[in-house]
């Protein structure tokens, strides 16, 4: 057990009788009231949002759990086929698990995977990828003075905001938390 100054965002904890990973974890002091954290927590089984306030030196179970980078094989139905690179062992997942980061995921990526008790409860997907623009509009020459963006469809099928400049057949590093373009790669 823990109190509440211990937890982050990131930690995992077991809240009625659930297992939620923190998403969200503020500490507030409102003018004469005493003070909270405010928590929003995921749900590893279903993946549904849980708010909560919790008082400061609440105590909480934070669960302990290990992870390993697996590499992403492939998508199939409603999981996601990742193996161990030591063991060549593979595990299914499913694709909740993993969140918006499946839009990014190709063949041979690292995929960060949580386990508890050697069963898979979470994953994310590399902070930032290269991907190459599939469909976009045309750019034109010049197009770098205003900070305006155009839809781009990417190899992996995810859609996002691309600078003017950014023709088909581009590299770009995408920031796959915020879903959005960082720069063009240097071919």
């Known amino acids: 057990m823990a109190d509440t100054g211990d937890v982050s965002l990131g930690t995992f904890l077991k809240y009625n009788n659930e297992l939620v990973q ?3 974890w503020q500490h507030r002091t409102p003018g ?5 954290y405010q928590g929003k927590m995921r749900n590893l089984r279903n993946g549904k949002l849980v708010e909560n306030r919790f008082r400061s030196g609440e105590m909480v179970e ?3 759990v290990e992870y390993k980078n697996l590499q992403f094989i492939y998508a199939e139905d409603s999981n996601i086929v990742l193996m161990d690179k030591e063991s060549f062992e593979q595990i299914y997942l499913p694709k909740e698990a993993i969140g918006d980061g499946i839009n990014y995921l190709k063949e041979g990526m690292d995929v960060k995977v949580w386990f508890e008790s050697d069963e898979p409860i979470s994953a994310e997907a590399p902070a930032t990828v290269e991907l190459e623009v599939t ?6 020459k010049g197009d770098t ?3 305006t963006l155009k839809p781009s469809t990417l190899e992996t099928g995810a859609k996002i905001n691309v600078p003017l400049f950014i023709n088909i057949g581009d590299k770009i590093k995408v920031d796959t938390k915020q879903h959005s373009y960082m720069e063009r790669v240097k071919a």
Do not use: D, K, Q
Request: proline share 5%; aromatic share 16%; hydrophobic share 45%.
């Open 62 to 64: 934070i669960v302990y």
């Open 145 to 147: 003075a205003t900070n």
């Open 32 to 36: 004469n009231l005493r003070a909270f």
């Open 22 to 24: 923190v998403v969200e």
């Open 135 to 140: 469909y976009c509009e045309p750019g034109l």
